[in-house]
């Protein structure tokens, strides 16, 4: 069933590419396998897929012990201070940084252990009250605070659009997004760059392609419906 889920999302992927005059290369797929067990992240990845999305950071680490050390984890969940610590090594791509603290805390782990952490910006772009992220307004601010610190890295932004039925309805959402982060690099001195844009979800990935997005993030479209009830 995950192959030929897959092999649904790649099509709509290639298609929404073409559609946009964008190369198929400039978009990440991630597949997003919290609460699915690593039988299913096996079976993806036999498929060929290396990008896997988490959104706890414990969950992240147990995969992460037990799965081929060519897997490339994304945490694209909420995250806490407080859990930093056991995260950082392991992710390619923190998504979700919304808090100059939070920023602060993870270039001291990052520095630590003697790395770079790539990080990207979560903007509630539709300002919705249940959501995390920072207002549009004061993303250039932060931004350019956080790009002070030596061992974190600003790849670009984030955001989890509205839940629709129909993708159509957040294309509103992304084109203010790419025009953030336009916004964002002409205001950029010494040619930073904020190149990555990761957006779209399994109700509206294609949309999300159409208008920049250079990572989607495909929980459901790829695994199928998750059950909270049961533990992994
Ligand atoms: C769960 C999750 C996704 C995937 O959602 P689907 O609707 O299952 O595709 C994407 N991004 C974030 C931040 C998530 O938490």
Known sequence: MIKENLKTVEENIKAACERA???????TLIAVSKTKPVEDIMEAYEAGIRDFGENKVQELCDKYEVLPKDIRWHMIGHLQKNKVKYLIGKTVLIHGVDSYELACEINKRSEQKNVVSDILIEVNIANEETKFGIRPDTAFALISQ????????VKGLMCIAPYVVVSEQNREYFQKMLKLD???????????????????MTCDYETAIEEGATMVRVGTGIFGERDYSKKT
Do not use: C, F, P
Not at 182 to 199: G, H, P, W
């Open 146 to 153: 956080i790009m002070e610190l030596s061992y974190v890295n």
């Open 182 to 200: 336009v916004d964002i690099t002409n205001k950029l001195s010494n040619n930073r760059r904020m190149d990555v844009m990761s957006m779209g």
């Open 21 to 27: 005059g964008r190369k198929r290369e400039d978009v």
